[in-house]
């Protein structure tokens, strides 16, 4: 019975995200926002430097990433539950079985991408048994090479297009990342942790 109940609290909590971030996209949706295309590396290079920039760029990677305060400030264990939930959360939402276009679609945002990268960043090891099934098909078979390439697009995406110095609340309502994006991301977590 117990253990019955606790499913259903933790359905019922992953239900009450999902409407979080329905009633957010929906409330956003007229929002003007900057569409990011399928970025090239030539794409950012041939911005405006700012102090922000000054010669970062050329090596930018997760582990250099800055991130905003609260999420670098992380214990461990603060860190590892924010990561589980996450984790769990896109386990739920089944994306393997999604189509590209539901994959494509903008509905995990920034302090959850922020979390995630701090995750990576930390090298740290949290794997569950079913974990390579939550990864699309799409993503589970890109190649070592392309998949450095995509973390490296997301990271640059990031750094760039996040103010880090937003409110954590400002921040979960970006909505300006994809399943696509945190499967990427994921895949990198799964692949250290088998390493």
């Given at each position: 019975m117990n253990f019955s109940m606790n499913i259903i609290i933790g359905l019922l909590f992953l239900a009450f995200i999902l409407l979080i971030i329905i009633i957010f996209t929906k409330k956003f949706k007229n929002i003007k926002k900057v569409n990011l295309k399928a970025v090239s590396s030539n794409d950012y290079t041939s911005k405006k430097k700012t102090?922000?920039?000054?010669?970062?760029?050329s090596s930018l990677k997760v582990e250099n990433l800055k991130l905003p305060f609260l999420i670098e400030t992380m214990t461990h264990n603060e860190l590892a539950k924010a990561y589980e939930i996450i984790?769990?959360?896109?386990?739920?939402?089944?994306?393997?079985?999604?189509?590209?276009?539901?994959?494509?679609?903008?509905?995990?945002?920034s302090w959850q991408m922020g979390i995630i990268f701090r995750y990576l960043a930390k090298n740290a090891v949290f794997i569950k048994p079913n974990h390579i099934t939550i990864i699309p098909k799409e993503i589970d078979t890109l190649n070592k090479s392309r998949l450095d390439s995509e973390l490296n697009l997301?990271?640059?995406?990031?750094?760039?297009?996040?103010?880090?110095?937003?409110?954590?609340?400002?921040?979960?309502?970006?909505?300006?990342?994809?399943a696509r994006d945190i499967a990427v991301v994921l895949k990198h977590i799964i692949l250290k942790a088998n390493n």
């Open positions: 102090t922000k920039d000054f010669d970062f760029e984790y769990d959360t896109f386990s739920f939402l089944d994306y393997p079985n999604k189509s590209n276009d539901e994959l494509m679609k903008k509905e995990w945002h997301l990271v640059k995406k990031y750094y760039y297009n996040v103010d880090i110095h937003k409110s954590k609340n400002l921040l979960c309502n970006e909505l300006e990342w994809t």
